[in-house]
């Protein structure tokens, strides 16, 4: 069966910084993982996705996404943090029958 | 580009109310879902239609129906609403994918904030 699990309810950061977003999976078959983020009162969006193609995946707004395949991981890493990067950010991993199974999410915050 | 459209934004009902929730995409996809989404739970997936006349039950399916109208439409109705689905909605698109893993990403409607008291 197909699960993700995000480490970190909650991550602060200083504008400027690093953000890391970790998500371990655990799949059957090859996966598919995918990260999107929401905003306040928004609808999730697609901020990258990994099909295989290369193992370092790059977004929009400068995220990006490594698959290591040996510690069953795809962080999600942008090297200089701005403000409005606050939201929260969800892991995912395709299922059966075209559905995603979604991690509990990440909620990141940024310090002035 | 519309994308997901979903109506009404906000709702408020009273306990044992009935309420159908709208969505409709304009993507010509296949699929279509419907989620929750409470705190500290991410997303759970209620109902999906793989696609057009079929529907399948998903993570939590209890209290809620759905009917997969046409190609586009996808509507979710609770029929007697209870404090507990008070709830923020979302309903997403894909392409489907031959076999069943997708490397498809799900597009999103803007969500139905919905209240029972």
């Known amino acids: 069966a197909q699960s993700v699990t995000q480490l970190g309810s909650h991550v602060s950061v200083s504008e400027g910084a690093l953000v890391l977003l970790r998500c371990n999976y655990s799949?059957?078959?090859?996966?598919?993982l995918f990260w999107y983020v929401q905003y306040p009162n928004q609808g999730l969006q697609l901020l990258l996705k990994?099909?295989?193609?290369?193992?370092l995946v790059k977004g929009i707004n400068g995220f990006e996404a490594e698959f290591k395949k040996s510690e069953t991981s795809f962080h999600l890493t942008k090297p200089s943090a701005h403000m409005s990067d606050a939201a929260e950010y969800f892991c995912?991993?395709?299922?059966?029958?075209?559905?995603?199974?979604f991690g509990s999410g990440t909620r990141l915050s940024i310090r002035p | 580009n519309a994308g997901v459209t979903q109506t009404p934004k906000f709702q408020v009902l009273k306990t044992g109310q009935s309420m159908t929730l709208q969505c409709a995409q304009d993507?010509?996809?296949?699929?279509m879902y419907w989620y929750r989404q409470d705190p500290g739970m991410g997303l759970r997936l209620i109902y999906y239609?793989?696609?057009?006349?079929?529907?399948d039950k998903g993570e939590v399916p209890n209290g809620y129906n759905v009917s997969r109208l046409n190609k586009r439409e996808f509507s979710l109705r609770l029929e007697s609403a209870a404090p507990s689905q008070t709830s923020v909605y979302f309903c997403?698109?894909?392409?489907?994918?031959?076999?069943?893993?997708?490397?498809?990403?799900?597009?999103f409607g803007d969500g139905t904030r919905l209240s029972i008291l």
């Open positions: 997403a698109s894909s392409e489907s994918a031959l076999g069943g893993y997708s490397n498809q990403p799900q597009h």
């Open positions: 799949s059957s078959v090859p996966p598919y």
């Open positions: 990994y099909t295989s193609a290369a193992t």
């Open positions: 995912a991993v395709s299922g059966s029958a075209s559905k995603i199974i």
């Open positions: 993507m010509n996809h296949n699929s």
């Open positions: 239609s793989a696609s057009e006349g079929t529907t």
